[in-house]
């Protein structure tokens, strides 16, 4: 990752955090570039500024990493309305659509989305794309039964699909055990049908089409930062 592009990240981190308030609970995305607010989070926490902060871990290495730096955890079970997450993203469209997934984490990622009252999602400037697909891959998590067969299934709906693996060769496994098949389906002219598509073949657990569930991006350029809202 080049120096520009990881203090654009930050940079963008660092505004979203604006938005906690001390007593809240808070999602702590998955990525890179959430890792920054994570670390700013706990940074605020041991200086005074936020107290009373509970977080709740997209990931099982966000959990590590949370612990690490001294930021108390709890858990979906607990508290099931987040007051505010904040998270990365591979892609964002004009309408504030994402395509996530690209660490590997997306289930966990959209449960606490979905449970979250503001989700701010926090990217650079080379992440912000007109249409969907773009940019990346649709990352899309099955499970370990029969998992080839959903490979032709993609393949019908257009797109070209690669297993992802580890760098020895080996099947990724997300932290629920589950397969993960990147989808490049180029530009989606219809994200919310292809969304639908996807969930209604029985196996597939999640894809990481997220529709309709940013309220907030906050895109940092070298023009400065700029502020997305859900109108």
């Known amino acids: 990752?080049?120096?520009?592009?990881?203090?654009?990240?930050?940079?963008?981190?660092?505004?979203?955090?604006?938005?906690?308030?001390?007593g809240m609970i808070v999602g702590l995305g998955h990525g890179s570039t959430a890792f920054f607010a994570v670390k700013r989070i706990a940074d605020l926490i041991r200086s005074g500024a936020l107290q009373n902060i509970r977080g709740v871990p997209c990931s099982r290495k966000v959990f590590e990493d949370a612990r690490r730096l001294g930021i108390h955890l709890t858990t979906l079970n607990r508290h099931s309305v987040i007051d505010l997450?904040?998270?990365?993203?591979?892609?964002?469209?004009?309408?504030?659509?994402?395509?996530?997934?690209?660490?590997g984490a997306l289930l966990r990622e959209k449960i606490v989305a979905q449970a979250s009252l503001c989700e701010i999602i926090i990217v650079d400037e080379s992440k912000m794309s007109?249409?969907?697909?773009?940019?990346?891959?649709?990352?899309?998590?099955?499970?370990?039964?029969?998992?080839?067969?959903?490979?032709?299934?993609?393949?019908k709906l257009g797109a070209e699909v690669k297993p992802r693996r580890k760098s020895d060769g080996k099947l990724f496994k997300t932290d629920h055990g589950n397969i993960i098949l990147d989808a490049n389906f180029g530009p989606i002219s219809d994200p919310a049908k292809m969304a639908a598509d996807l969930k209604a073949r029985a196996g597939v657990l999640e894809h990481g089409l997220?529709?309709?569930?940013?309220?907030?991006?906050?895109?940092?350029?070298?023009?400065?930062?700029?502020h997305l809202d859900r109108d």
């Open 1 to 22: 990752m080049g120096s520009d592009t990881s203090r654009l990240k930050e940079q963008a981190a660092h505004r979203a955090v604006e938005f906690v308030q001390s």
């Open 85 to 103: 997450t904040i998270d990365g993203a591979d892609e964002v469209d004009e309408h504030l659509n994402l395509i996530k997934g690209g660490g």
């Open 130 to 155: 007109p249409v969907l697909g773009m940019r990346c891959a649709v990352p899309i998590e099955v499970a370990p039964f029969g998992w080839q067969s959903h490979i032709f299934f993609l393949e």
């Open 210 to 226: 997220f529709i309709g569930i940013a309220t907030d991006v906050i895109v940092a350029g070298k023009g400065g930062l700029c």
